[in-house]
């Protein structure tokens, strides 16, 4: 059973540089989501994508972020001019539409640090 | 808006002892309520969720958590803990119905089990 993966686990950069997250669902989910998640909180909301289309973005979603699912598949999270307020966990997850409360399943998370 | 509140940052229970980890929220309908799990450098993991019905959800790992909606309350027990359920616990809410597909989750409570 292959489950939410994300790639890289670990990235540290320089402020100021560009980074790219890249995120693979569990295949036969539709939805996919991502999270930020600092030290001594919960995940926050950044966006959420269903099949290719991005129907929702966080207010906490600067014009420095942005994501992407191309295909309907996997999806990438791009911070561009990275500053160091941008260091945190961000989590992808993946859910099935469905009529009901739909289940999301989590990634192990990219942990970012900004030097 | 939903919300959520988990008003102990950390729980110390015995191992063998019963364990309960307090959640209470705040939606403008009807809830559906979530639990999940967060072990050291990793995603979240499922737990359990009350979508409607039975006021007592079982989940994983023998935990359970009961629905109380005169107290907007959804707390995580346990009959008897282990070492091993030492982790980060998150509940989350999202209405049921006429609003986002995404749940807010709480700040998280640390569960500490001791030999």
């Known amino acids: 059973d292959t489950g939410v993966s994300q790639d890289p686990r670990h990235k540290i950069t320089k402020r100021g540089q560009n980074v790219t997250f890249r995120c693979d669902p569990i295949?036969?989910?539709?939805?996919l989501y991502w999270y930020r998640q600092t030290l001594g909180q919960g995940p926050e909301f950044l966006t959420y994508?269903?099949?290719?289309?991005?129907?929702?973005k966080s207010r906490l979603l600067s014009d420095r972020f942005s994501a992407e699912r191309p295909k309907g598949s996997f999806s990438t999270l791009e911070i561009q001019r990275t500053e160091q307020g941008d260091s945190a966990m961000y989590l992808c997850?993946?859910?099935?539409?469905?009529?009901?409360?739909?289940?999301?399943?989590f990634g192990p998370g990219t942990r970012l640090l900004v030097l | 808006a939903q919300s959520v509140a988990q008003p102990e940052d950390q729980v110390n229970v015995a191992e063998g002892n019963p364990l309960t980890v307090k959640c209470t929220y705040s939606?403008?309908?009807?809830?559906?309520l979530f639990w999940y799990v967060q072990y050291p450098n990793r995603g979240l993991q499922f737990l359990l969720k009350?979508?409607?019905?039975?006021?007592l959800v079982k989940g994983s790992y023998g935990f359970e958590a009961e629905f109380n909606k005169s107290q907007t309350s959804f707390h995580l027990k346990k009959p008897s803990a282990l070492v091993s359920d030492s982790a980060l616990y998150f509940c989350?809410?999202?209405?049921?119905?006429?609003?986002?597909?995404?749940?807010?989750f709480g700040r998280g409570t640390s569960l500490i089990v001791h030999p």
């Open positions: 997850a993946s859910s099935l539409a469905t009529t009901g409360a739909e289940t999301q399943y």
């Open positions: 989350a809410v999202r209405l049921a119905s006429g609003g986002s597909y995404i749940p807010t």
């Open positions: 994508f269903q099949n290719e289309a991005q129907l929702e």
């Open positions: 939606v403008s309908g009807n809830p559906y």
């Open positions: 009350y979508i409607t019905g039975d006021n």
């Open positions: 295949s036969e989910h539709n939805r």
